[in-house]
């Protein structure tokens, strides 16, 4: 594997202007505080979840307490630990990009829109594999706290590749735009 990104020792000046830094620091604050913004919130969550009786967690904003909200904190959960997923991802390229010298201004809207993307699609996933729409996983397993973090941080960092395969599974059930109706007129 090669680690000098093509350089010859002792070249260390970076290849990007004073301004791209300026955006790709920005690009990594968004997407580090996002990434500590949902830790913080699963922490809450897990704290509430983890105490050794349901009197000693308290409660979080909103009023939101356990065991009486327990099935919507796994599904918030879900929905939080695909975003931290897909944050890890977006983070992981931001830096692989900037070392292999193929970041650009453009990937922008695409770094700012997998925090919230990646939650979402995570929860809306695990949904369809709870209602057995989906056969990627056991429908139980978001019934444990544990197996739905990890189901939802999965699904959020590979969140590219499972809606490759919803796309290939739909154009198997429904065909595809462009496909011609047989049997009609034509």
Do not use: C
Not at 126 to 145: C, G, R, S, T
């Amino acid at each position: 594997m090669e680690l000098t990104d093509g350089r010859k020792p002792g070249e260390f000046a970076s290849r990007y202007p004073l301004g791209a830094w300026a955006q790709i620091g920005f690009e990594f604050t968004f997407l580090f505080a996002a990434l500590v913004a949902v830790a913080y919130v699963l922490l809450s969550i897990g704290m509430l979840v983890a105490a050794d009786a349901p009197a000693d967690a308290g409660t979080l904003p909103f009023g939101i307490s356990y065991p009486k909200d327990r099935r919507f904190l796994i599904w918030l959960s879900i929905a939080l630990s695909g975003s931290a997923g897909g944050t890890a991802f977006a983070l992981k390229w931001l830096y692989h990009s900037v070392a292999k010298w193929t970041w650009n201004r453009d990937r922008i809207l695409w770094r700012l829109i997998v925090p919230p993307l990646s939650g979402v699609f995570a929860v809306f996933v695990a949904f369809m594999v709870a209602a057995e729409i989906v056969p990627f996983l056991n429908a139980k397993a978001f019934e444990n706290f544990y197996r739905a973090l990890g189901a939802g941080f999965l699904l959020g960092y590979f969140s590219d590749n499972v809606l490759a395969a919803l796309q290939n599974l739909a154009v198997r059930w429904f065909g595809t735009v462009d496909s011609k109706f047989k049997g009609g007129d034509d």
